[in-house]
T-cell receptor, first 112, second 118 residues
Framework: AQSVTQPDIHITVSEGASLELRCNYS??????LFWYVQSPGQGLQLLLK??????LVQGIKGFEAEFKRSQSSFNLRKPSVHWSDAAEYFC??????????FGTGTSLTVIP | GAVVSQHPSWVICKSGTSVKIECRSL??????MFWYRQFPKQSLMLMAT?????????EQGVEKDKFLINHASLTLSTLTVTSAHPEDSSFYIC??????????????FGDGTRLSIL
């Protein structure tokens, strides 16, 4: 069965520090992977996506993610976190069809 | 581009009333729209897939008579929560996929509607 796991419910980092948010997936075929960010009370904004090709993908706001098939992972990274990055982050797997499977999210707190 | 507008953003109503939430694609046509429900501190759960001009497809466990979905045009889908009760209070989010775009492309999300039933 398809599933997405985000092991870290909550992460706290200092402003300027590096960030890595973990995402592991279970999917029977080649996955289409996405990272979304959600600010409180708002919808989701797409940060980046991976379909095929280069396993390191660049997104908006300085984020990047690396697809590792052997580890079934798609971790999100940012070299230097800004206070405005504080939000909820969701990893999602898209099936060829319509279904999206979301992880439970990781809440990011940024300390000044 | 690819803006999805959801209205209202917040609604409070009495138990037993029906509430309609609109989801509009402002600058693109969306043959498929999706309705999600999100409980506090939890992930999004797909409720139903709405296809323009046809009946919605509901996920297992979602009452189709409770959550009425209409997708009458390529830019508008509506979710009506009928006879709403406090347990229906939640954050409802819609998303849309552009017409003619492969189904593996990302969905564009609205800003959500916070529904509070008293």
């Amino acid at each position: 069965a398809q599933s997405v796991t985000q092991p870290d419910i909550h992460i706290t980092v200092s402003e300027g520090a590096s960030l890595e948010l973990r995402c592991n997936y279970s999917y029977g075929a080649t996955p289409y992977l996405f990272w979304y960010v959600q600010s409180p009370g708002q919808g989701l904004q797409l940060l980046l996506k991976y379909f095929s090709g280069d396993t390191l993908v660049q997104g908006i706001k300085g984020f990047e993610a690396e697809f590792k098939r052997s580890q079934s992972s798609f971790n999100l990274r940012k070299p230097s976190v800004h206070w405005s990055d504080a939000a909820e982050y969701f990893c999602a797997v898209g099936a060829f069809g319509n279904q999206f499977y979301f992880g439970t999210g990781t809440s990011l707190t940024v300390i000044p | 581009g690819a803006v999805v507008s959801q209205h209202p953003s917040w609604v409070i109503c009495k138990s037993g009333t029906s509430v309609k939430i609109e989801c509009r694609s402002l600058d693109f046509q969306a043959t498929t729209m999706f309705w999600y429900r999100q409980f506090p501190k939890q992930s999004l759960m797909l409720m139903a897939t709405s296809n323009e001009g046809s009946k919605a497809t509901y996920e297992q466990g979602v009452e189709k008579d409770k959550f009425l979905i209409n997708h009458a045009s390529l830019t508008l889908s509506t979710l009506t929560v009928t006879s709403a009760h406090p347990e229906d209070s939640s954050f409802y989010i819609c998303s849309a996929r552009e017409a003619g775009i492969a189904s593996n492309q990302p969905q564009h999300f609205g800003d959500g509607t916070r529904l509070s039933i008293l």
